[in-house]
């Protein structure tokens, strides 16, 4: 079995949907836990390290996919930094496995998870905390009653982001995880099998599939955002 899926009866569409939502939503949760403190620093520090660990985590958005999935391939191979380690771990290599495509996901996807994160937290008044600080709130009684409802917008910008663009991934995926049914094939992968098989009638109905759904996702942001405006207006 492959979650719910069985490969020896599902057909490739279903196993493939499986393996991208469940990539999506690994990739984003783990983009919120790790994305969150880090665009928090970014939006509140001085340091001189800001802007290269901006232009850094920010650098998927202008790099070729590509190029992030072979350097990431050469790392995640046996004899890679990181494939040494996970050998030695007793994990195994993670080129072409399902944990390789996270990591990969997760680097690739993480601006478009921290930008709204960052903007979101650095719209918030200093004051605010600064009173909240003088009331003995400490840091998370800070972040839960404070901070998060201010955020909340941000954060759901953030999470449907982060899982739209995980689906929507193709260099990436395909140079690190391969072409593997059940296992590291994701939709955008299938649509190229299946243009380049020419079978187009199931070309045609994959891609309007993800068109109808990221246009979905898009309009709800929309209606999040004039909503918060309102909200705050």
């Known amino acids: 079995m492959t979650g719910w899926i069985d490969p020896a009866h599902a057909p490739a569409w279903a196993l493939a949907a499986w393996v991208t939502l469940k990539l999506a939503g690994l990739t984003t949760l783990i983009l919120l836990l790790l994305g969150t403190p880090l665009a928090w620093w970014l939006a509140r520090t001085r340091s001189l390290w800001r802007a290269p660990i901006g232009a850094l985590v920010s650098l998927p958005m202008v790099l070729p996919p590509t190029v992030l999935g072979f350097y990431l391939l050469i790392a995640l191979a046996p004899e890679g930094v990181f494939g040494r380690t996970t050998g030695a771990l007793g994990l195994g290599a993670w080129a ?138």
């Open 96 to 233: 072409f496995t399902f944990p390789g495509l996270v990591v990969a996901s997760v680097l690739y996807s993480m601006p478009f998870v921290v930008h709204p994160l960052q903007s979101g937290f650095a719209a918030i008044p200093a004051p605010l905390l600064e009173a909240a600080a003088t009331l003995r709130a400490g840091p998370l009684d800070r972040f839960f009653s404070v901070i998060l409802p201010l955020v909340r917008p941000s954060f759901l910008t953030a999470t449907l982001l982060g899982f739209a663009h995980t689906v929507g991934e193709f260099g990436v995926v395909l140079m690190v995880g391969g072409n593997i049914e059940g296992q590291t094939r994701v939709l955008s992968v299938l649509l190229y099998d299946q243009v380049e098989a020419m079978a187009y009638g199931d070309a045609h109905r994959l891609a309007a599939g993800l068109l109808v759904f990221s246009f979905g996702l898009l309009l709800v942001m929309q209606w999040l955002g004039r909503r918060t405006a309102v909200a705050h207006g």
